[in-house]
């Protein structure tokens, strides 16, 4: 079992963290909110004063952190941790930020001699508490070889991406579709029950067709239809909608930097944008049917 360092204890870090106590790691951990770390001690963690403290005497250091001025500040920044760090410890960063900060951050690293990977999840907060993430790694073919045993405590699935950023540019990309899928998904559902249909018989017929998806398969966005997802919660828990928002704001960057054409991309974020304008923000992103519910009603 490995000594790990774990930084970032929220809806993800946390149980994150406690895939990786079960599995039997000996885990450091900090987050500036205490609560979050009290709930990790009550599990066995062993707490610590600031996030240099979880660098220290660790064969793995993990964080997972809101966004890349985070990542930075924590890696590089004036009280930057990447000094304190020894350069046999494997370094993951499992935050969702801006490909061009990834490679920053890597780059710091191994001017260090330090194995840094970029590894941004999917599969949400269920995902993070039945240890069933998607790991969409960056970073060179032996951090991952490294990595795999402890990624495979927390997630079901581990794909490498490329080199340093990669797993970023793979995350926003895969984002990007899915919020595009899942307002369509919403438009599409509201027009069949304005015209009359059930939405779990029309449901079941696009999953069934060429219109079918992952929102349909596992995450319908329309209330009464689907059991056990946010939909059915009033949209409470999952994946927030200023998340989504935020991680559109990375895919508009990076295609900036390029000069891709993603014109769904920015009319999801859009709609996303004044979903959250009309007190969304802190919903699932499937609330999005609300928007066409609301037109409707």
């Known amino acids: 079992m490995a000594k790990i360092g774990f930084v970032g204890l929220g809806n993800m870090g946390g149980p994150m963290a406690s895939n990786l106590l079960s599995a039997g790691h000996e885990l450091k951990v900090f987050d500036i909110v205490p609560e979050l770390v009290d709930k990790c001690e009550q599990q066995g963690a062993t707490p610590v004063a600031g996030a240099k403290e979880t ?4 064969d793995v250091f993990i964080s997972m952190l809101p966004a890349s001025v985070h990542v930075e500040s924590l890696y590089v920044g004036e009280e930057g941790i990447l000094i304190e760090i020894d350069p046999r410890t494997l370094v993951i960063d499992c935050s969702t930020i801006a490909p061009s900060s990834a490679k920053k ?8 001699g330090i194995v840094m990977l970029d590894a941004p999840v999917s599969g949400g907060v269920g995902g993070a508490v039945g240890g ?9 073919d032996a951090g991952l070889k490294e990595a795999r045993p402890i990624l495979a405590n927390m997630g ?9 950023g990669a797993g970023q540019v793979a995350k926003i990309c895969n984002n990007m579709l899915l919020s595009v899928l899942m307002t369509g998904t919403a438009e599409a559902l509201q027009l069949g029950v304005d015209n009359g249909l059930d939405p779990a018989v029309l449901s079941e017929i696009m999953r069934k067709s060429s219109g079918g998806n992952w929102a349909l398969e596992a995450y319908n966005p329309y209330p009464g239809v689907m059991d056990g997802v946010p939909a059915g919660n009033n949209y409470e828990g999952g994946f927030l909608v200023d998340l989504m928002i935020k991680d559109l704001g990375l895919a508009m960057e990076a295609a900036l930097q390029t000069g891709a054409a993603t014109p769904m991309g920015s009319l999801a974020r859009n709609l996303y944008i004044a979903h959250r304008g009309n007190g969304f923000g802190r919903k699932d992103f ?4 609300k928007m066409f519910l609301e037109k409707t009603n």
């Open 55 to 58: 660098v220290k005497d660790v």
């Open 105 to 112: 951050v890597s780059e710091a690293a191994a001017e260090k």
């Open 132 to 140: 069933t993430l998607t790991f969409i790694v960056g970073g060179s």
């Open 156 to 164: 079901k699935n581990i794909f490498h991406a490329g080199g340093p």
């Open 286 to 289: 499937s609330s999005i049917q």
